[in-house]
């Protein structure tokens, strides 16, 4: 199964690399850098990535979007929200880390969903759409296919979460001593709530 990695400007480097240090250690899937018109996208630390046009991919497996700086303008581009849109409804599984959920959040695709994002700018990711169930004490929410959490950090505990939902506990808690990270694996809880 494909992991598309959609990367824009200004995305924050860990919430894209700390998932994909954890979803790189599943042998069935295949992890591709994509963004809206292919090409090199730099991160808000200044890590520039090589990337596919997201057109040219199969958009079916799973998505991941990453929050950062970067998700600031492109919450009123309408054509990024759109496309967006078409590939999180075509994919099987979508992953937001911080605030990646306000960009899918505007697609209208987490309507009447349970949701979380990073508690530093909860504030702004719930009035990008109040009609999404915000979860303010969430490190991590999974509602269907979708998979949100907290800032940063918590996009690790997310992904081995949803490692678990697919492979079982014992193969997340495997990858976590693996990568020698201690996972925070009560998603009710997030411990940098200021809610």
């Given at each position: 199964?494909?992991?598309?990695?959609?990367?824009?400007?200004?995305?924050?480097?860990?919430?894209?690399?700390?998932?994909?240090?954890?979803?790189?250690?599943?042998?069935?899937?295949?992890?591709?850098?994509?963004?809206?018109?292919?090409?090199?996208?730099?991160?808000?630390?200044?890590?520039?990535?090589?990337?596919?046009?997201?057109?040219?991919?199969?958009?079916?497996?799973?998505?991941?979007?990453?929050?950062?700086?970067?998700?600031?303008?492109?919450?009123?581009?309408?054509?990024?929200?759109?496309?967006?849109?078409?590939?999180?409804?075509?994919?099987?599984?979508?992953?937001?880390?911080?605030?990646?959920?306000?960009?899918?959040?505007?697609?209208?695709?987490?309507?009447?969903?349970?949701?979380?994002?990073?508690?530093?700018?909860?504030?702004?990711?719930?009035?990008?759409?109040?009609?999404?169930q915000w979860m303010e004490h969430a490190r991590w929410v999974n509602d269907g296919k979708y998979y949100t959490s907290s800032g940063v950090s918590?996009?690790?505990?997310?992904?081995?979460?949803?490692?678990?939902?697919?492979?079982?506990?014992?193969?997340?808690?495997?990858?976590?001593?693996?990568?020698?990270?201690?996972?925070?694996?009560?998603?009710?809880?997030?411990?940098?709530?200021?809610?």
């Open positions: 199964m494909d992991v598309n990695i959609l990367l824009f400007p200004d995305f924050e480097t860990l919430d894209a690399f700390g998932p994909v240090e954890v979803l790189g250690q599943i042998s069935e899937y295949t992890l591709r850098y994509v963004s809206m018109d292919g090409g090199t996208i730099t991160s808000r630390q200044k890590t520039p990535i090589m990337t596919e046009p997201i057109h040219h991919t199969d958009v079916t497996g799973i998505l991941l979007i990453p929050g950062g700086q970067g998700t600031r303008p492109l919450v009123n581009n309408d054509d990024f929200i759109r496309k967006l849109g078409d590939a999180a409804n075509l994919s099987t599984y979508c992953l937001t880390v911080c605030t990646g959920s306000a960009l899918l959040a505007r697609t209208s695709l987490l309507n009447g969903r349970k949701a979380t994002s990073n508690k530093l700018a909860f504030e702004w990711v719930k009035s990008v759409n109040p009609s999404v918590a996009g690790i505990d997310m992904t081995l979460g949803f490692i678990a939902d697919q492979f079982g506990e014992a193969q997340a808690r495997e990858i976590a001593h693996h990568i020698e990270y201690v996972w925070n694996s009560d998603k009710t809880n997030d411990p940098f709530s200021i809610c």
